[in-house]
């Protein structure tokens, strides 16, 4: 599956934004979805991650409640929609798909397609 990521830029601190994931390929439905970021000098960490139907998903404990990610089977697309976003925000965000986990991973190894990463500033 190839994966095509779109939706960063700069946003001032409490705005949204939303991001979305193209895949296209194999059956999109069959894949676990995430979204991880990587701030600059950081490791990168997971953000969010969604079933194959969208029924269940995960956050991270920095973005819960303030970000929700879904995705759309018949557009084969995942998004992320930030909201009350502030400056820690700022990372490159890449999504990921395993098409052999039956929940979302939380470690990058587990995922081993990707995006390539859309950044996210966020800063008055």
């Known amino acids: 599956v190839q994966l095509q990521a779109c939706g960063g830029g700069l946003v001032q601190p409490g705005g949204s934004l939303r991001l979305s994931c193209a895949a296209s390929g194999r059956t999109f439905s069959s894949y676990v979805m995430a979204w991880f970021r990587q701030a600059p000098g950081k490791e990168r960490e997971f953000v969010a991650g969604?079933?194959?139907?969208?029924?269940?998903?995960e956050y991270a404990n920095s973005v819960q409640g303030r970000f929700t990610v879904s995705r759309d089977n018949a557009k084969n697309t995942v998004y992320l929609q930030m909201s009350s976003l502030k400056p820690e925000d700022t990372a490159v965000y890449s999504c990921?798909?395993?098409?052999?986990?039956?929940?979302?991973?939380?470690?990058?190894?587990?995922?081993?397609?990707w995006g390539q990463g859309t950044k996210v500033t966020v800063s008055s």
């Open positions: 969604i079933s194959r139907s969208g029924a269940s998903t």
């Open positions: 990921a798909a395993s098409g052999g986990a039956s929940a979302p991973p939380h470690t990058s190894t587990g995922y081993p397609y």
